[in-house]
Structures are given as structure tokens and as C-alpha cells.
Nanobody, 126 residues
Framework: VQLQACGGGLVQPGGSLRLSCAIS????????VAWFRQAPGEDQTFVAA????????FYGDSVEGRFTISRDKSKNTVYLQMNSLKPEDSASYHC????????????????????WGQGTQVTVSS
């Protein structure tokens, strides 16, 4: 399974970006797909996750209310819509997948994901 992330770029504070994560094979109902981010010198942190089957979503505390994760089953793609961006959102964003449903208590741990894509850089700056 390969994951291809794209959509990063430079945006001003308050702006928006949409990231995409394309999955190389059909993501069956049992998949959970997540976004993590890592800024230079910092640990990788959980951003958001979605379960492909039922569409349940989960968010990290720092992005809830500003970011929206969604999936398009027909395109085998997960999106991360990021609004009201702040300089502290600047990081390399990585998507990850696990071929099983994760519950809310498990989605935020990177050790629970089997497949990872390359990062896409998001820079929020004026």
C-alpha cells in the first residue's frame, strides 16, 4: 500500500489549504487514515483521522473546529481541509493508514499505523 500526499504550500495567517492523500489500493471499509504533522525540532503530533467505512472522524485538540478530514471512497482519497491557519500550523504533514478500524482512543498514536506517505510542507507566514 502506498500513500501519496500533496497540497502543501505557503499561505498567509487566516488562510486555507486542502491536503490530499491518495491511497494506492482500494481502501476497504476497515481502513483508518490519519494525518500527523511534525515541525522542525518537535515531535510528530496527531492532527486528524477518519474511518473509511462509517466516516467517523477524530481530531487533535489544536485543530478541532478549524480543520476537517473527509474521504472520497470513489477516489480512494482522504482530504484535510485546513481553515483559519496559524503560524503554529507550519509543519510537514504526513498521512498514514491502517487496514482496520481504530477507536477514538487509538487513532492518535502513530504506532497504530502500518503505512505512511511522504510529507507535504505547509508554511503559514505573512
Amino acid at each position: 500500500v502506498q500513500l501519496q500526499a500533496c497540497g502543501g504550500g505557503l499561505v498567509q495567517p487566516g488562510g486555507s489549504l486542502r491536503l490530499s492523500c491518495a491511497i494506492s489500493e482500494r481502501a476497504f471499509s476497515g481502513y483508518t487514515v490519519a494525518w500527523f504533522r511534525q515541525a522542525p525540532g518537535e515531535d510528530q503530533t496527531f492532527v486528524a483521522a477518519v474511518r473509511f467505512g462509517d466516516g467517523n472522524t477524530f481530531y487533535g485538540d489544536s485543530v478541532e473546529g478549524r480543520f476537517t478530514i473527509s474521504r472520497d471512497k470513489s477516489k480512494n482519497t482522504v482530504y484535510l481541509q485546513m481553515n483559519s491557519l496559524k503560524p503554529e500550523d507550519s509543519a510537514s504533514y504526513h498521512c498514514a493508514a491502517r487496514p482496520s478500524n481504530l477507536n477514538s482512543g487509538s487513532t492518535r498514536y502513530r504506532r497504530n499505523y502500518d503505512y505512511w506517505g511522504q510529507g507535504t510542507q505547509v508554511t503559514v507566514s505573512s
